[in-house]
């Protein structure tokens, strides 16, 4: 339902009632300034100087969408705001850092046939041939910034490691994925197998 009292002591009051706060980002970016109307919760939220986009403001509760929040699954979710039907998908979580409860939940609108960005974990397949000869796998980045229709975005991007060799490493350049485009820089390390004391102390040995 829409959230208009966005307060400190409102937001307090929501979470001891078992609610959480909910932001819903739109798809649609609209022209600065913005001379249409606003439904309630609704609001701008500007970009640059010129554009900017709708965003929701909306509350649900906990148990309305613990199944969804426990899953490494993407899901899409159907929203009914006062009759205004739309689908959308979880864009990050806040948590308490000592309790680990939900704070606060980010959506992001959904609009068939228009991709969206979204972070996909990466799930590591195989073993590396550098492992093999003494080395250690090292993941640098567990998750990575997809492109793609939403239906396309898969649950985890599986990155094979099979013939990853002694101090070699894969960067985003040197992957692909059916129907997805990378966001993040092409140079940018994904895993690699580092060399170990015992690797190099092999490798000399057997290049006396």
């Known amino acids: 339902m829409p959230r208009t ?5 409102a937001t307090k009051q929501l979470r001891a009632n078992g609610g ?14 913005y001379t249409g109307s606003l439904k309630e919760g609704e609001k701008i939220v500007a970009i640059d100087e010129k554009r900017g986009i709708m965003t929701a403001d909306l509350s649900v509760k906990a148990e309305d969408v613990r199944k969804l929040i426990y899953t490494p699954d993407i899901f899409e979710i159907e929203l009914d705001i006062n009759g205004d039907k739309k689908t959308a998908v979880i864009k990050d979580l806040q948590f308490q850092p000592v309790k680990d409860t939900l704070l606060h939940i980010d959506l992001m609108e959904v609009t068939p046939g228009k991709p969206i960005v979204m ?4 799930q590591i397949e195989g073993h590396a041939e550098g492992v093999k000869a003494g080395g ?14 939403c239906e396309q975005i898969p649950e985890r991007l599986v990155v094979n490691v099979d013939h990853l060799g002694l101090g070699k490493s ?18 940018a390390v ?3 197998v580092q060399l170990t004391r015992a690797a190099r102390g092999a490798q000399a040995k057997a290049g006396a």
């Open 170 to 187: 894969l960067a985003i350049g040197d992957l692909h994925f059916e129907g997805l485009e990378l966001m993040n820089a092409k140079n």
């Open 136 to 149: 250690k796998l090292t993941l640098s980045m567990r998750k990575l910034k997809v492109k793609a229709l």
């Open 20 to 33: 959480i706060p909910v932001v819903l980002n739109g798809s649609k970016i609209v022209e600065l300034p």
């Open 119 to 122: 972070e996909v974990p990466v």
């Open 5 to 9: 009292e966005l307060g400190k002591k």
């Open 190 to 192: 994904v895993c690699a």
